[in-house]
């Protein structure tokens, strides 16, 4: 069974780092990309980007380029997710999805990973 | 960027209605467009991808159409797990996009 496990809420204070992740079981977890999607408060999904854990091959949203780092380590089949300095604005929360191979839609999601950025 | 528009924002329908949700792209996309259905506290589902391939598992209620620049997303009888928020998605080119979202709603 495919799943994703995305790791627990955050709340943090705006200026600190952070790290999220997401975990592939089920599957060959470097065949397939894996991305990141944003929804804010009451609001829409945003793409914000993907990477190939086989080559770390990474496509940013140009939204989020140079805002977050998107990255994998193949050896314990997990993705992340990073911010240097966060901004009350990152509050929300985010989704990693695996990319349905041959193609550029999420087939299997994480369960959602609740960012708070608040002083 | 390939911007996305979804139609209506909000629809009011009962049970048994058959919905229909647009999604119109700002350029052509071919037939690279997901549909994609999200409840409350709870991460996206796809139903629809390649504008009209139901995914596994999806009920047959569900059916998409369209290519090019015009998609739409059909409930034929809507039932009450239906209410939800419906989002399409581009993946014909990099950056990958999503429309605004429509939320169906129990009239």
């Known amino acids: 069974e495919v799943q994703l496990v995305q790791s627990g809420a955050e709340v943090k204070k705006p200026g600190e780092s952070l790290k999220i992740s997401c975990k592939g079981s089920g599957y060959r977890f470097t065949s397939y990309w894996i991305g990141w999607v944003r929804q804010m408060p009451g609001k829409g999904l945003e793409w914000m980007g993907i990477i190939y854990p086989g080559d770390s091959d990474t496509r940013y949203s140009p939204s989020f380029q140079g805002q977050v780092t998107i990255s994998a380590d193949k050896s314990i089949s997990t993705a992340y997710l990073q911010w240097s300095s966060l901004k009350a604005s990152d509050t929300a929360m985010y989704y990693c999805?695996?990319?349905?191979?041959?193609?550029?839609?999420?087939?299997?999601w994480g369960q959602g990973t609740l960012v708070t950025v608040s002083s | 960027d390939i911007q996305m528009t979804q139609s209506p924002s909000t629809l009011s329908a009962s049970v048994g209605d058959r919905v229909t949700i647009t999604c119109r792209a700002r350029?052509?996309?071919?037939?690279?467009l997901a549909w994609y259905q999200q409840k409350p506290g709870k991460a996206p589902k796809v139903l629809i991808y390649k504008a009209s391939s139901l995914e596994s598992g999806v009920p047959s209620r569900f059916s998409g159409s369209g290519s090019g620049t015009e998609f739409n997303l059909t409930i034929s009888s809507l039932q009450p797990d239906d209410f939800a928020t419906y989002y399409c998605q581009q993946y014909n080119s990099y950056p990958l996009t999503f429309g605004g979202g429509t939320k169906v709603e129990i009239k």
């Open positions: 350029q052509s996309i071919s037939s690279w």
């Open positions: 999805a695996r990319v349905k191979t041959g193609t550029n839609f999420f087939d299997y």
